[in-house]
C-alpha cells in the first residue's frame, strides 16, 4: 500500500482536554482505525530555541519530547490532520512517503490495497 510516515514531535507533559497529548494522539488514531502506532520518549534533543535538553534526574520534568508516529494511508493521514487542526493543538510534525504491506497475512489482518510499482 502507498501512504506516509508521520511522526509527531510532542512536549512529554503537553495536554489536551487534559489528557497528556502523546496519549490522546494514540488513542484517537487508534479510535479512528489506524492501524497501529508507537510513541516514543527522547534521551536528549533541542529544538527551535535551540537549547539542548537531556533525560537526566535534575532535568525539570515535562521538557523532553516523544515523537509519537503512524504509517497511514492517504485518507487516514488526512482525517487525522484535520482532526488535529480542529483541535488548535500546535504540533511539529514530519510527512514521508511510505509504500507498507503484512508478509504473511491473516484473516484478522484489514485487507491491502495492491501497491503501485
Do not use: C
Not at 490522546?24 to 527551535?48: D, V
Not at 508516529?69 to 487516514?76: A, L, P, S
Not at 487525522?80 to 504473511?104: C, H, Q, S, T, W
Request: proline share 3%.
Amino acid at each position: 500500500m502507498e501512504g506516509s510516515y508521520l511522526r509527531f514531535y510532542v512536549v512529554e507533559g503537553q495536554r489536551l482536554h487534559g489528557t497528556l497529548l502523546w496519549e490522546w494522539l494514540l488513542r484517537t488514531a487508534n479510535t479512528m482505525g489506524i492501524r497501529g502506532g508507537s510513541a516514543f520518549h527522547a534521551m536528549a534533543g533541542f529544538g527551535r530555541h535551540h537549547r539542548l535538553h537531556q533525560d537526566r534526574f535534575f532535568e525539570l520534568a515535562g521538557n523532553l519530547i516523544v515523537e509519537v508516529e503512524f504509517i497511514v494511508t492517504d485518507d487516514e493521514k488526512t482525517k487525522l490532520l484535520d482532526l488535529i487542526a480542529a483541535e488548535k493543538v500546535r504540533l511539529f510534525y514530519a510527512e514521508i512517503p511510505a509504500r507498507f504491506g503484512v508478509l504473511n497475512p491473516d484473516r484478522d489482518d484489514p485487507p491491502m490495497q495492491e501497491s503501485r510499482s
